[in-house]
């Protein structure tokens, strides 16, 4: 009892991290250019990663887990953080929101395709609804569309589910919080050439908000909430706790709107309602 209660605090804690990650990315998108922005990021994240896994004594990893980390890195450190960098540049955080209710799913469909199994009929049929619900929001928004940011939104979606579902894999021989650490560090003599190559010529016109933004997906958004949500699968149980991911769309909307005023319309909050629905029965008969 004692392990599940704990499991489902540090499962809370991470997702609750987890929804301020695009009102964040928004803010620091004032001061500075998407490949910056996911370029410093990682190393930032990378610094605290390496002092956790010296204090604490981490074995290296072995060859074999190499590319596993290396798809992982690819999804969760370089993919989603640059691909939704992209798509804030064209649509709202809240509007980019709705997008997050299909991550779930899109982990879903990657665990099935890594694990080999064949999920039920229903199961494709939820899916298909909670996709639908995404494309009619999409397509509904005609003072927000654009077409470029919600493509960049999906595509982002699908690299971070694929990500995900690699580290999960991977969790079971590595720990949870080591693998978003490894996976950190072999990214990182990329990541910070990149941030050093796009660093900003001055740094008079960037804000306050902007940052903090990056403080925030630097620090919170690309380790310690890591910590704190496979901290929470792993005392919890992966099939419970993971079911905190269906609040995060709603969280996300009530960050962005309160930190950065943006609206948020009934249709934002009926189509991430559906999105959300059509993932838990699609869990359900998975």
Known sequence: MKGSIDGWGSGAIGMTIFSGSLPATRAALDGFAPRFLTGARAPLAALLASLCLAALRQPLPGRRELPSL????????????????????HVTSAHAIVFIGLLPLSTALFG???????????????AGLGAAAVSGFA????????????????????????????????????GGWQVISWALLLSSPVMLT?????????????????WLGLAYVSVFSMFIGFAFWYRGLSRGGTASVGQLQLLQPFLGLAFASLLLHEPVSATMLGAAAIVVLSVAMARRWA
């Open 194 to 210: 990149l941030s050093l190559l796009t660093w900003p010529q001055s740094a008079q016109p960037i804000t306050a908000p902007a």
């Open 139 to 174: 397509l509904s928004q005609d003072d927000a569309a654009s077409p470029i940011g919600d493509l960049a939104m999906i595509a982002a979606i699908v690299v971070c589910g694929l990500g995900y579902a690699e580290g999960a894999v991977l969790t079971r021989r590595l």
């Open 112 to 126: 099935v395709l890594r694990g080999g199994e064949r999920p039920r009929p229903l199961f494709w049929l939820f």
């Open 70 to 89: 290396m798809i992982v890195a690819l999804g969760v450190v370089i993919g989603f953080p640059l691909l939704t960098a992209l798509a804030l540049q």
